[in-house]
């Protein structure tokens, strides 16, 4: 029997490590939504790809509208004042190619967290 026993390991199709990785967002936040954690997770895969990431391209890659992607960007930032936040995760620049588009990078305490979320 893989992965049923309670003292098994869970089997490779677990959900376990996934229901971990969720947990550590909860310490954030138990409300948290998932397009908040999306958020962090997209600039971190943006980040491993060494493609540029912006506000509007988390719009399209979550599926949000303009303001609550910017939201979700700022929760991870320096916080924002309709939600909780200020996790400094996430540095925001202004694209040196086009001034309008801001540019999102983890900072290392992002960059932390997200690996810890692998391990």
């Known amino acids: 029997m893989t992965g049923t026993a309670l003292t098994d390991r869970p089997s490779e199709n677990s959900l376990e490590p996934l229901i971990q990785a969720l947990k550590r967002f909860s310490h954030f936040d138990p409300k948290m939504q998932v397009s908040t954690i999306l958020t962090l997770l997209e600039v971190a895969e943006a980040e491993n790809r060494g493609e540029p990431i ?7 890659r979550v599926g949000l509208k303009s303001g609550t992607a910017s939201r979700n960007v700022y929760y991870w930032e320096e916080g924002h004042k309709d939600m909780r936040g200020g996790h400094n ?17 983890l900072t290392a305490k992002g960059k932390a967290f997200v690996s810890s979320l692998l391990d």
């Not at 912006?54 to 399209?60: A, H, K, P, W």
């Not at 995760?89 to 202004?94: A, H, N, P």
């Not at 190619?97 to 801001?102: A, L, N, Q």
């Open 54 to 60: 912006s506000v509007q391209d988390i719009e399209i």
């Open 89 to 105: 995760m996430v540095s925001i620049d202004f694209d040196p190619k086009d001034r309008r588009r801001r540019s999102l990078r």
